[in-house]
């Protein structure tokens, strides 16, 4: 299984970004695919479990494209990271340890 992420850049805060990222190769279909992310100096964590992120981000899923969405609205500085797309076979997790395939990170960075 291949993941590749798409949709990264700077933008000013309060601003929206969109990310992608598509599943190829050998794919399974239960295959779950989801976010993490991993700011300067702190460990990646799921995007879904962060409580300051909760309203402002959405994950949605294309199942027929293999596809997985992040929406950012009303971006913030603390939201700057390096945000990587994660896929394991069966339902979703919450550690990293637990998911076995990666893409190639996308950055996002928010100005204030």
């Known amino acids: 299984v291949q993941l590749q992420a798409s949709g990264g850049g700077l933008v000013q805060a309060g601003g929206s970004l969109r990310l992608s990222c598509a599943a190829s190769?050998?794919?399974?279909?239960?295959?779950?695919m989801t976010w993490f992310r991993q700011a300067p100096g702190k460990e990646r964590e799921l995007v879904a479990g962060?409580?300051?992120?909760?309203g402002r981000f959405t994950i949605s899923r294309d199942i027929a494209k293999k596809t997985v969405y992040l929406q950012m609205n009303s971006l913030k500085p603390e939201d700057t990271a390096v945000y990587y797309c994660?896929?394991?076979?069966?339902?979703?997790?919450?550690?990293?340890?637990?998911?076995?395939?990666w893409g190639q990170g996308t950055q996002v960075t928010v100005s204030s």
């Open positions: 994660a896929a394991r076979v069966g339902v979703t997790r919450t550690t990293r340890v637990e998911y076995d395939y």
């Open positions: 962060i409580e300051s992120v909760k």
């Open positions: 190769g050998r794919t399974f279909s239960n295959l779950a």
